[in-house]
């Protein structure tokens, strides 16, 4: 977000006298850009909600490659669902702590300090709002920034805040270790379905994309008619999210509805994104979710996305497709440069890469 005479520039033209932030604390309205106009995604009426702990099944990671038992939970939870609560991650709860701590001075600190890693009025890597992309998009009651992290030479490092002094630190630590959860998670899934371990991890090359997103929520007047973020599904592999340690807000469709996925405290919320679902010829799902707002409590998280080498052609495994099942998505390349284009022209990139 780079900022001209104190106004708040969303993307090319799009400018707002606040942000969201301010306009938080200061009791604003928000204004129209935010009202999502269909009603279905905008309607929080708790008879279309059902949140227990048992809606989300909770995994523990460290027993998937030895529990026959717990790999037939993460099938199921990824054939229906496409989601799941992390345990046994080997992460400690004292350093999952220090992540949030990090990401609450981030977003604690002045407007002017935070301003240093802007993101540019076109680019997506930085601090600030989501680029806007169409006249016509929503915009989401948050701020967030957005950081490249793997391959380890394409750190923009200009980007990663000095203030948190530890913050560097901090970031390197969390998203190294997220990164051995996530390639034991791909040779636990597909070990779940039978086919060769690197089946998917293969795919994914040598150096895949990691990058990291704080996100930053503040109160909203209107929660009934605001999202923090709109519906969709993730372009990448798969999602890690550390959820705020007492606000709820995720919410994922399961069975037409839609699901709030509760806090436990130190665990981490695993979604699988579209490369996957593609990957595993739609045996897997990728979730539909959004993020809720509220009257009264900030919310702050972090999710880490894993996805393939831009230049690797990602599809279908082969060993997945039989007259039982054939083929349900084509090959494609850059998937995340796709899922883009089709966003920008409101189509679905899932579909678009339907055979």
């Known amino acids: ?90 992460i400690s709860s004292s350093f999952i702590d220090k992540v949030r701590e990090v990401a609450k001075t981030f977003f604690g600190l002045p407007r002017e300090e935070k301003q240093k890693y802007s993101r540019d009025v076109n680019e997506v890597e930085g601090y600030g709002h989501d680029l806007v992309v169409s006249e016509k998009q929503v915009l989401d009651w948050n701020t967030r920034l957005f950081l490249r992290v793997f391959p380890q030479h394409q750190r923009r490092l200009n980007l990663w805040p000095e203030n948190p002094h530890d913050f560097r630190e901090v970031l390197h630590e969390y998203s190294s270790k997220l990164k051995q959860m996530m390639d034991l998670l791909f040779k636990a899934m597909a070990k779940s379905l039978n086919i060769e371990e690197n089946s998917f991890s293969d795919q994914f090359g040598d150096n895949p994309v990691m990058q990291v997103r704080f996100n930053f929520y503040p109160p909203c007047s209107k929660p009934d008619k605001v999202l923090g973020v709109k519906p969709h599904s993730d372009r990448s592999g798969v999602t890690v999210l550390l959820q705020d340690e007492e606000v709820e807000g995720l919410q994922i469709i399961k069975d037409g509805k839609w699901i709030t996925v509760p806090v436990i405290p130190h665990a981490l919320v695993v979604n699988l994104g579209d490369q996957m679902q593609i990957m595993s010829n739609g045996i897997f799902k990728s979730p539909v979710h959004r993020v809720v707002t509220n009257t009264d409590k900030l919310r702050i998280s972090v999710a880490m996305f894993n996805e393939a080498e831009p230049d690797r052609e990602i599809g279908p495994v082969e060993s997945l497709i039989d007259e039982n099942r054939p083929r349900l998505y084509r090959n494609v390349k850059n998937y995340a440069s796709f ?13 678009e890469v339907k055979v």
């Open 1 to 90: 977000m780079a900022n001209m005479a104190g106004m708040s520039v969303f993307s090319e033209g799009v400018t707002l006298p606040k942000t969201v932030q301010e306009m938080s604390i200061n009791g604003d309205e928000p204004p129209p850009e935010f009202y999502v106009k269909d009603s279905s995604f905008g309607c929080l009426d708790s008879s279309d909600l059902s949140s227990s702990v048992n809606s989300v099944p909770v995994i523990d990671v460290s027993q998937l490659l030895s529990s026959n038992d717990e790999l037939e939970k993460l099938k199921l939870a990824l054939n229906s669902s496409g989601c799941f609560q992390a345990i046994g991650h080997g």
């Open 339 to 351: 899922n883009y284009e089709c966003f920008q022209k409101g189509k679905v990139a899932l579909e």
